[in-house]
């Protein structure tokens, strides 16, 4: 979970860093990023990572062009979502 936080907080820095103008795709990002990140501090089952880390995927993949470096962070993030989805053990 540490892994997947500081990714989010990584990018969402570089991000605001920039002040992206008010609904460009950079300003949804920062946005969809600190609602991931908020889900998945909150998460108390399997399904609940599952299920944020679909929204996030499905927001970078219909908003981002693929071949970006900012697509690929995403992909980045959403795979470790995933992997911690696989790991988890209901508590």
Do not use: H
Not at 14 to 35: A, G, T
Not at 39 to 61: G, I, P, Y
């Amino acid at each position: 979970m540490r892994d997947l936080l500081e990714s989010i907080d990584t990018l969402l820095g570089r991000l605001e860093r920039e002040s992206p103008r008010q609904e460009s795709l950079e300003w949804y990002l920062v946005n969809n990023l600190r609602w991931y990140r908020e889900k998945m501090q909150n998460a108390k089952t399997k399904q609940d990572v599952e299920n944020a880390t679909r929204v996030l995927s499905r927001f970078s993949s219909e908003s981002m062009d693929w071949a970006s470096d900012l697509f690929r962070e995403c992909t980045r993030i959403e795979e470790k979502g995933v992997q911690l989805a696989k790991s988890w053990t209901d508590r």
